[in-house]
């Protein structure tokens, strides 16, 4: 039988449903304290991870969850066709480097905080298509490398707007393949590129909000659902503002999220006014989702959510040139 990736609007639509069989997640100390504490592979007590700099930290959690996600779906390394993986650090220096550990192709992706439904997309397209059979799909931040990249030193003690997110120290993989028990992926819709002209690099919750918005706006109508059909709609790192204002905006075009939508920046944290507007990077929805939101899913709490990781895609040189920041958000349907 001929194998189709049929594609009406901006959305993918996968007839052989590629199966999520295992997922492999860790993080810090501070996301721990929080609900994923008692869900993720491996809790940190010391963000360092027996590393001298954030950045090698950062790119030993992300091997460490590519490795358990690979080893929770009963498989070994040289069984894996690719990996498709990316990070928020220049060139993808994590992604990177974590992939020389691995005997496997690599495709580097890069979406910002959108990153975990973007190589979840790509990987099912893929699997779905008969091109391969096993991919591990993954990503992850740390507070200290993101804070050091696009805003300041922690040495340098600057004060945080109340505005601002807290980057989440964490990573983590999923296995995709043809075949076995598991979460099936039905569908994915690609994200475009929105920009409000938000220039302020602390609010990340205003600027990705209307590019979330944009993707399950179009989701709904290329799948012609409604927000009530799924049992949950996971954004990624919007955080409490941007949480709100994607509500509002999803109301204003005629549709009502406000019943079932869970914001992963809103959740991750024990107590969210301690951490200000709540958790963003793209270790956040990577870790929400491949630990709480898919155990749930396999003890079929949840049967249908759908999952809009959101990202900011900025720079440094951008924003010191006094640019906007666009964003953007892709969103993946997952089924039991």
Same mark, same amino acid.
């Given at each position: 039988? &001929?194998? &189709?990736?049929?594609?009406? /609007? ?7 449903? @590629? ?17 994923? $504490? ?11 991870? /027996? ?14 969850? =590519? ?5 929770? !779906? ?11 993986? $990316? ?14 550990? %691995?005997?496997? @192709? ?11 439904? &973007? ?36 040495? &340098? ?12 120290? /964490?990573?983590?993989?999923? +296995? ?5 028990? /598991? ?9 475009? +590129?929105?920009?409000?002209? +938000? ?9 990705? !909000?209307? !590019? ?23 954004? $990624? ?17 005629? %549709? ?11 959740? =991750? ?24 939101? %898919? ?26 040139? $006094? ?7 892709? !969103? ?5």
């Amino acid at each position: 039988m &001929q194998i &189709q990736n049929t594609l009406r /609007g901006h959305t993918l639509f996968f007839d052989k449903k @590629p199966v999520i069989t295992a997922t492999g997640t860790i993080a810090g100390p501070k996301e721990c304290a929080g609900i994923v $504490g008692n869900f993720v592979d491996k809790a940190l007590s010391d963000d360092m991870f /027996g590393e001298s700099t954030f950045e090698k930290a950062e790119c030993k959690m992300l091997s460490y969850a =590519i490795d358990t996600a690979i080893k929770n !779906a009963s498989l070994d390394r040289n069984q894996m066709d690719v990996l498709v993986s $990316g990070d928020l650090l220049n060139q993808i220096i994590s992604a990177s480097f974590a992939a020389r550990d %691995f005997s496997v @192709p690599f495709l580097g992706v890069y979406s910002a905080c959108s990153t975990m439904s &973007q190589s979840i997309m790509l990987s099912a397209a893929l699997v779905n298509a008969g091109y391969i059979n096993n991919a591990v799909a993954a990503t992850g931040s740390h507070f200290a490398s993101a804070e050091r990249q696009y805003r300041y030193p922690l040495e &340098q003690g600057t004060t945080r707007p109340p505005q601002s997110q807290w980057t989440v120290t /964490g990573a983590g993989a999923c +296995v995709i393949r043809n075949k076995g028990e /598991g979460v099936k992926i039905v569908n994915a819709t690609m994200g475009r +590129v929105i920009d409000y002209g +938000v220039t302020d690099v602390n609010n990340m919750g205003a600027a990705m !909000a209307p !590019a979330c918005a944009h993707t399950l706006i179009q989701h709904f109508r290329d799948t012609n659902t409604q927000p009530e059909d799924y049992d949950l709609i996971l954004s $990624g790192d919007l955080g409490a503002l941007g949480s709100r204002l994607l509500k509002d905006l999803c109301w204003e075009k005629g %549709f009502d999220i406000s019943s079932n939508h869970v914001d992963c920046g809103e959740i =991750i944290y024990k107590v969210i006014e301690d951490e200000f507007q709540g958790g963003s990077g793209a270790g956040c929805s990577a870790v929400v989702f491949n630990s709480y939101v %898919f155990s749930k899913l396999q003890a079929k709490m949840f049967k249908r959510v759908l999952f809009a990781a959101t990202g900011a895609l900025l720079s440094t040189v951008s924003s010191g040139q $006094g640019e906007s920041i666009p964003c953007i958000s892709h !969103a993946v349907q997952l089924e039991v």
